[in-house]
C-alpha cells in the first residue's frame, strides 16, 4: 500500500540541516533499530550487476531487526507523521531521513497486541 507522509512544520529546517550526507541518514535508520530495542540488527546491500545499465552502483539497501514494532493501530500517528513528539528517545523523521539515501522505502513492522495475544505484520510503501 502507498502511503503519505505527513510532517510537523517546526523540525523542517533541523531535518534538513542534520541529514546533508548519506552516513547521517544512515545512522538515523540504525538508531531507530536501537530505541525499538532491537538485539540483532541486519544490513544488507544489494549492489547492481557491472552488465546492467543502472545509474546508481546499489540497487537496495535493507536494514531488518528484532526490535519492538509498531502495532496496526498506531501506525498513522508513529509511522506516517514525521516529526511527531510521541516518539521516546527520537523525533520521529527516520522515514524523511531515508529518502537522502533511495528514492523508494519499504517499511514492514510485526507488532504483539497484548490484548489480542497475537501478532501483526503491515507492510508500507513509500516514494520520495
Do not use: W
Not at 500500500?1 to 523540525?11: A, D, G, K, Y
Not at 538508531?31 to 546492467?52: C, H, V
Not at 516518539?87 to 528514492?103: L, N, P, T, V, Y
Request: proline letters at 2%; glycine letters at 8%.
Amino acid at each position: 500500500m502507498n502511503r503519505i507522509l505527513t510532517t510537523n512544520s517546526r523540525l523542517i529546517h533541523e531535518i534538513f540541516a542534520r541529514y546533508l550526507n548519506t552516513f547521517n541518514a544512515f545512522c538515523e535508520l540504525i538508531n531507530n533499530s536501537i530505541q525499538a530495542r532491537s538485539k540483532n540488527i541486519l544490513i544488507d546491500i544489494d549492489y547492481t550487476p557491472d552488465e546492467e545499465l543502472y545509474p546508481l552502483p546499489i540497487k537496495e539497501i535493507s536494514i531488518k531487526d528484532d526490535g519492538v514494532g509498531v502495532h496496526i493501530s498506531e501506525m498513522e500517528q508513529k509511522l506516517f507523521n514525521i516529526g511527531t513528539t510521541i516518539k521516546e528517545g527520537g523525533k520521529g523523521i527516520g522515514r524523511f531521513a531515508s529518502f537522502q539515501i533511495g528514492q523508494n522505502v519499504d517499511i514492514e513492522t510485526v507488532a504483539y497486541s497484548s490484548d489480542e495475544k497475537k501478532l501483526f505484520k503491515s507492510t508500507n510503501s513509500f516514494v520520495g
